[in-house]
């Protein structure tokens, strides 16, 4: 069965630095893609970015980035320049191309942004 | 645009009580999903539909029901609401275009006493 794992349940940086959010994943398949989103506290789901696995650039959203390592099943997702406002709760989620019915979320990290 | 509009927004269920939690979607998305969230956790999911008339099972089904009787609309049923269906329960939709993202209501949080 396809996996999604984030081995990060909770984070805390401040504000201004960069962090780095982890997301491993486990298929057969050789064809999908992988998103990140972005749960604040107002709970309303936000995609941050998305990466094509067939791709080898790494996606990029301005401070948003991504650190695809295909071979290893690896996606973290790279904050820069945190904000407050980027306090949330973030999952990385798995489609696959063959069964694109299905989304695999992870089990979430949830970030603070110190002021 | 409305996008996933979800109502109630917040619920109070007695033991034993049943209610549906409405989704609506005017994107024209194929695919909708229902999943419920509880506090400090993922997402897990409690069916989905690939389209009007299809439904199908996901990881967490038991207690619930869906219809798909249409592309806009995705209800959720509760039947016997239990404790355990204590949670915030969201909608999504997608175009089913495998790089497409999902769009998600706003969320229910739903307490059953």
């Known amino acids: 069965a396809q996996t999604v794992t984030q081995s990060q349940p909770e984070m805390s940086v401040q504000e201004a630095e960069t962090v780095t959010l982890s997301c491993t994943y486990d298929?057969?398949?050789?064809?999908?893609?992988l998103f990140w989103y972005k749960q604040p506290p107002s709970r309303q789901m936000i995609l941050v970015i998305r990466?094509?696995?067939?791709?080898?650039q790494n996606a990029t959203e301005n401070r948003f980035s991504v650190n695809f390592q295909k071979a290893a099943k690896s996606f973290s997702l790279k904050i820069s320049d945190s904000q407050l406002g980027d306090t949330a709760m973030y999952f990385c989620?798995?489609?696959?191309?063959?069964?694109?019915?299905?989304?695999?979320f992870g089990k979430g990290t949830r970030l603070h942004i110190l002021p | 645009n409305a996008g996933v509009t979800q109502t109630p927004k917040f619920r109070i269920l007695k033991i034993g009580q049943s209610m549906t939690l409405q989704c609506t979607q005017d994107?024209?998305?194929?695919?909708m999903y229902w999943y419920r969230q509880d506090p400090g956790m993922g997402l897990k999911l409690i069916y989905y539909s690939v389209g009007a008339g299809i439904t199908d099972k996901g990881e967490v089904p038991n207690g619930y029901n869906v219809s798909r009787s249409t592309t806009e609309d995705f209800p959720l049923r509760l039947e016997l609401a239990a404790p355990s269906q204590t949670s915030v329960y969201f909608c999504?939709?997608?175009?089913?275009?495998?790089?497409?993202?999902?769009?998600f209501g706003q969320g229910t949080r739903l307490t059953v006493v």
């Open positions: 989620a798995f489609v696959d191309m063959n069964r694109d019915d299905k989304i695999i």
């Open positions: 999504a939709s997608r175009t089913g275009a495998v790089n497409t993202e999902a769009f």
């Open positions: 990466q094509e696995a067939y791709k080898q």
């Open positions: 994107m024209n998305h194929n695919y």
């Open positions: 298929t057969s398949e050789n064809n999908y893609y």
